[in-house]
């Protein structure tokens, strides 16, 4: 009902405000750039959201990537859904539609640049290597569409997915191998080998799979590879959004820690009790860059900020015990949403 009530005043606001946003559009100054509009104001955020289909959201997303890589290509393939099925407050993000997009495409060679929010995140926001930017950029574009609440129910769950699951999908190789996707010419058409990454880091999920298909990190394969997970994580999010508006994403995909994270977050999770391992935070999967456990065994090094040793820590076989105990816990502090307010 909520939505459906946002859903007509944003649509009223659309048509109060029709002639100011294309008045702005007509509006170019000497460089091109758009002149400051006078009256345009975008409303607050969250801009709401309506049902998609998914599997449109996919061949977007693929599509998002060749123009725009990853980050830039999946906030462009949600927000571009968006457009095209809300209208305003969406129009007025600046964002070339599929046509422009397709047609850039096919002709490249024409010199003509075309870019977007959030492309920043590429291979790891700027080649860095850190977050992967398809769940990077997707989830810019779902902040701008639901109430943070919902922005910290859904985010985690696609970044656990991510982790958790062997990409490129089925379906994503089915389309490549169809001929299915929009691009007019694909890097590659192969069904490529599927990897799970075990961690949201570009780095790491390109590395792996690299090491697993035999393809180089420079190959037209790996590239292809990675719009075709942009269309997967743009498909989940699609899915997770989907399931928001029915109150059901705890039960289409539970979020589920793996055992190991749960235990170790039973000490180090984000917390006031310094002593007991609350100096971090943070839901990835621990094992993917930790594994060895050694220094909980000897003498505890912790210095407060006071300079003051905490004494000695208990030893490994405590922490098998705790972590046993914790894993249970942890569950239950996820399922109580504890985990919101891991800021
Ligand atoms: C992407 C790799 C990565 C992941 C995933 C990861 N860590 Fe770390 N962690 C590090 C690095 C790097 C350091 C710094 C190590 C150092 O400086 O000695 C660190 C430090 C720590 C420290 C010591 C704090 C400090 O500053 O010395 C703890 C405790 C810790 N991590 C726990 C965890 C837990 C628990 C998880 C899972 C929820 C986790 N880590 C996930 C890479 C990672
Ligand atoms: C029972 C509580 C407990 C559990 C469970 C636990 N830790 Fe710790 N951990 C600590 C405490 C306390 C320290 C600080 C000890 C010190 O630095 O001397 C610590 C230190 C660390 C450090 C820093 C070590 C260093 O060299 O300074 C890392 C990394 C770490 N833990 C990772 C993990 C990971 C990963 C897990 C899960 C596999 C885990 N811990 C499980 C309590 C725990």
């Known amino acids: 009902m909520k939505n459906l009530h946002r859903r007509s005043f944003l649509k009223g606001l659309a048509a109060l405000s029709g002639a100011v946003i294309s008045g702005v559009a007509g509006a170019r100054n000497?460089?091109?750039?758009?002149?400051?509009?006078?009256?345009?104001e975008a409303p607050a955020l969250p801009w709401g959201y309506e049902e998609l289909d998914p599997e449109y959201l996919r061949k977007l997303g693929h599509l998002g990537?060749?123009?725009?890589e990853c980050a830039g290509g999946s906030f462009w393939a949600l927000v571009t859904a968006l457009k095209e099925t809300i209208g305003y407050p969406y129009t007025l993000i600046p964002l070339p539609a599929m046509e422009e997009v397709i047609h850039h495409l096919e002709n490249k060679k024409s010199g003509k640049h075309l870019q977007v929010?959030?492309?920043f995140g590429v291979g790891g926001v700027a080649n860095y290597g850190s977050l992967c930017g398809a769940p990077n950029g997707v989830s810019s574009?779902?902040?701008i569409a639901l109430p943070m609440a919902d922005v910290k129910t859904i985010v985690p769950r696609l970044m656990r997915y991510y982790e958790q699951t062997p990409f490129p999908s089925d379906k994503s190789n089915e389309y490549g191998v169809n001929k299915a996707f929009y691009p007019p010419k694909c890097k590659s058409n192969k069904s490529l080998p599927q990897?799970?990454?075990n961690s949201v880091l570009c780095h790491v999920s390109v590395g792996?799979?690299?090491?697993?298909?035999?393809?180089?990190?420079?190959?037209k394969e790996r590239s292809e590879r990675c719009a075709r997970v942009t269309g997967d994580i743009t498909a989940m999010a699609g899915t997770l959004l989907n399931a928001h508006m029915k109150g059901e994403v705890p039960t289409l995909l539970p979020m589920k820690i793996s055992r190991k994270t749960a235990g170790c977050r039973t000490c180090h999770s984000k917390g006031k009790k310094y002593e007991t391992g609350?100096?971090?935070?943070?839901?990835?999967e621990c094992g993917s860059c930790h594994d060895d456990m050694r220094p909980h065994l000897g003498e505890n090094k912790l210095k407060t900020v006071y300079g003051e040793d905490i004494g000695k820590w208990t030893g490994a076989a405590a922490i098998g015990t705790a972590a046993g105990i914790g894993v249970h816990a942890a569950g239950k502090r996820f399922g109580r949403g504890e985990t919101d307010n891991e800021e």
Do not use: D, H, L
């Open 208 to 219: 792996k799979w690299c090491e697993k298909a035999g393809y180089a990190s420079g190959s």
């Open 30 to 40: 000497a460089n091109g750039n758009t002149a400051a509009p006078e009256t345009v």
């Open 195 to 197: 990897s799970a990454s």
């Open 141 to 143: 574009a779902i902040n």
């Open 278 to 284: 609350q100096f971090t935070r943070g839901m990835m």
């Open 65 to 68: 990537y060749y123009a725009f």
């Open 117 to 119: 929010m959030m492309q």
